[in-house]
């Protein structure tokens, strides 16, 4: 396999195959400034393809609507060609059938595409150890799927994480990209008490963002956007 122009021993080279050219950026400079990855990106499927004729990379994070097709057949065609390369989804919130299409044809993970610069370069490295980033909400809406419990949550389904209720209006303070100072604000409570909430959610929802944690909320019907 040949190494992208430009990569170093011992980089991860990652292609960001996502035509929102905001969202790659992003990524791309999470992954840049994170170190010890080469970065390429591409807004197309065309774009993507001739990369790959070039050199393959280790990792392909792809988004799944593009312009020219969408990103299940480039994963399709990278999963047919080589069983080596990582493949990540970018996915937005509430996408679960499509992540779970991805996963069927080949993907090995996921991302949100409103993921924190930390937890998109942690998450490709995980990809890379072997380890499949897949939330404990995706997981879940799996095991529903085999069982054939396909659906929205039933009542008995909410509120199974035990959360408070400052920390379920703290989660829909999340949900609506508020920052801490605004969420303190609107709850009349000290903003340095906001992160150590935003840590209890995370650890009963078994999540690591903020996307996770909001899909999981929206799943029990804890809260409403």
């Known amino acids: 396999m040949a190494r992208p122009t430009g990569e170093t021993e011992g980089e991860i080279s990652v292609l960001i195959v996502e035509d929102d050219a905001p969202t790659r950026w992003r990524i791309s400079d999470a992954l840049s400034q994170a170190g010890g990855f080469q970065v390429m990106e591409a807004a197309n499927l065309s774009e993507a393809r001739a990369l790959f004729a ?7 994070l792809t988004d799944l609507q593009l312009p020219d097709g969408n990103g299940m057949e480039l994963i399709r065609e990278v ?3 080589s069983g080596e390369i990582e493949i990540m989804v970018i996915s937005i919130l509430g996408d679960e059938q499509s992540v779970i299409s991805a996963i069927l044809v080949g993907a090995n993970g996921y991302l949100l595409k409103d993921a924190f610069p930390t937890d998109i370069a942690n998450t490709v490295r995980e990809l890379v150890r072997g380890h499949s980033p897949i939330s404990a909400s995706i997981a879940r809406f799996i095991v529903r799927r085999t069982q054939g ?4 949550a039933t009542q008995t389904d909410l509120n199974t994480a035990k959360l408070t209720p400052r920390e379920i209006d703290i989660l829909w303070g999340i949900a609506k990209g508020f920052s801490y100072a605004d969420i303190a604000a609107h709850l009349g409570i000290s903003r340095q008490t906001v992160p150590g909430y935003i840590k209890n959610i995370y650890r009963k929802l078994e999540v690591n963002t ?3 944690a909001v899909f999981e909320a929206l799943q029990q019907g804890l809260i409403k956007l």
């Open 54 to 60: 070039a050199a393959a990379p280790n990792v392909l």
């Open 79 to 81: 999963r047919q060609r």
């Open 149 to 152: 419990r396909q659906g929205p």
């Open 210 to 212: 903020r996307g996770e």
